[in-house]
């Protein structure tokens, strides 16, 4: 698999965790493209922290209306049944509790759920942006990202970067295998079969628990 | 008296060193025609509460690129390697701040609070310095208000009393923005007469405006 092709394996199993009539927050990159492999009978409300719910797909070049972008400033659409509202009342719903899922890369994770995806000190500072809000406030956190970088492991005992928000995540999506964050540790629920157990272990600094109902991913 | 001024007149209260908010979300529902005007009247010192720092030719970020910013208060930078270069170098102060906590400093500033209790950025870098507080076994982070001497900010129609509709998610930072500074500026996209915006299409209130710049003026 190439890298786009890894990106939407992992978005497709993400995918699979939406719930009907669900309200989703999608990060950007990799995350966005859990919006592509909705499954079939499910209505899912995707929340745009700039100030909307109901966010549509990209609009075709003509159909462009400059005053509707997304949180990255692209252009999108609203769906039908859609609302806009302002920044306080967008964080209201974020941090009250009303938003039940949201899906978000990372650059380090760790056994206790400890996430760091905004700063690399005297490298990369683009700020964190609403990702603090939406880990302390979402009902569900989702860390869909690429199980490595540059072959060395992003899932460790203790994130080493400074923090994005401590204790908030909930399951790991990667193109090795699906993992739960427990009170135990780190529980490897699903295994990519391309992979070998040890693959994946060799591929982790934290060491994982192998659930005693291990499932293929697909 | 009139609400409506010129451009000219707008950028002309504002001084080196103020402390300014503009709304907008990566330059959508942010005042350009105004920005342009501050760009050109080349104000120094300012401090600039935004969500972000714009693009390097679009929003606050061609104040930021003509070095017109001493120090910036946002959530987000990545989109303006001006920002990120001018920081590194130590030519400008960047906060970070969690966006639904800057939405909520500026809502506290503009809405007469002394400030609001959060979950957000409990251990992380943004609990540094700053007052915990346990309310029935939970623990919050204090948050201060925020205020400005100017908000410049944006509205898709707006009626000659100062209440701003908004289209699309141009909405974002300008309604909280409005009530939170001494002076607040509206560039208008489009200026309607008393009676023509439905009071129930108001969003902000025009009791939180001082002044209205008709857009039509800025892109002439």
Redesign the interface.
């Known amino acids: 698999m190439d890298k786009s092709e890894v990106q939407d394996f992992i978005a497709k199993r993400v995918a699979k965790e939406l719930t009907d009539n669900s309200v989703v927050n999608l990060g950007i990159g990799l995350p966005t493209r859990v919006a592509n492999f909705i499954p079939s009978g499910i209505t899912v409300h995707f929340q ?5 719910v109901g966010l549509g797909p990209a609009p075709a070049p003509e159909d462009v ?5 997304n ?3 692209q252009p999108v659409t ?1 769906l039908p049944g859609g609302c ?5 009342t ?2 209201g719903i ?2 009250g509790g009303h938003v039940d899922l949201t899906v978000l890369g990372a650059l380090q994770v760790d056994e206790e759920g ?1 996430i760091a995806n905004y ?1 690399i000190p005297g490298k990369l ?9 939406l880990l ?2 979402a009902k569900k956190v989702i860390v869909a990202m690429e199980h490595t970088v540059k072959g060395a492991p992003k899932i460790l005992k203790r994130c080493n970067l ?6 908030a995540v909930d399951l790991i999506i990667t193109e090795m295998g699906v993992i739960e964050v427990t009170t135990d540790g780190l529980r490897l629920k699903e295994i990519n079969p391309q992979y070998t157990m040890q693959q994946v272990q060799e591929a982790t600094e934290a060491v994982l628990i192998v659930d005693e109902g291990l499932g293929v991913m697909c | 008296m009139s609400k409506l001024i010129s451009i000219q007149q707008a950028v002309d209260m504002i001084p080196n060193g103020a402390v300014v908010m503009f709304g907008g ?5 942010s005042a350009e025609g105004v920005i342009d005007a501050l760009v050109a009247k080349d104000v120094k010192n300012l401090t600039i509460i935004c ?2 720092s714009g ?1 390097i030719d679009k929003g606050v970020g061609k104040l930021i690129v003509n070095k017109q910013c001493a120090k910036l208060i ?6 303006n390697k001006e920002t ?1 270069r001018q ?2 170098a130590g030519e400008l102060i ?1 906060d ?1 701040v ?7 400093q ?2 506290c500033g503009g809405y007469g609070l002394g400030g609001v209790l ?9 609990e540094e310095g700053k007052q915990k507080v346990d309310v029935d076994g939970i623990t919050y982070l204090l948050e201060k208000p925020l205020r400005a001497d100017f908000a410049v900010i944006f509205g ?1 129609v707006v009626d000659k009393n100062g209440n701003i509709a ?11 923005m409005a009530a939170a500074a001494d002076i607040t500026i509206v560039e208008a996209q489009q200026v309607v007469e008393i009676g023509q915006l439905h009071p129930n299409h108001v ?1 902000t209130p025009g009791v939180f405006v001082n002044y209205i710049v008709d857009r039509g003026e800025c892109s002439g």
Do not use: K
Not at chain 2, 74 to 79: D, F, K, P, R, V
Not at chain 2, 98 to 104: D, H, N
């Open positions: 745009s922290e700039n100030g909307f209306d400059p005053n509707i972008v949180a990255g400033g609203i806009f509202f302002d920044s306080a967008s964080f974020i941090r400890n700063l500072v683009p700020g964190m942006g609403g990702a603090m809000d302390s406030g400074p923090l994005t928000a401590a204790g | 979300f990566m330059a959508n529902g969500n972000d693009l946002a959530t987000h930078i990545g989109l990120g920081m590194t960047v970070l969690p966006q639904g906590t800057l939405a909520e500026i809502r959060t979950r957000t950025g409990l251990g992380t870098l943004v898709s908004y289209h699309g998610s141009t909405n974002n930072f300008n309604n909280v969003t």
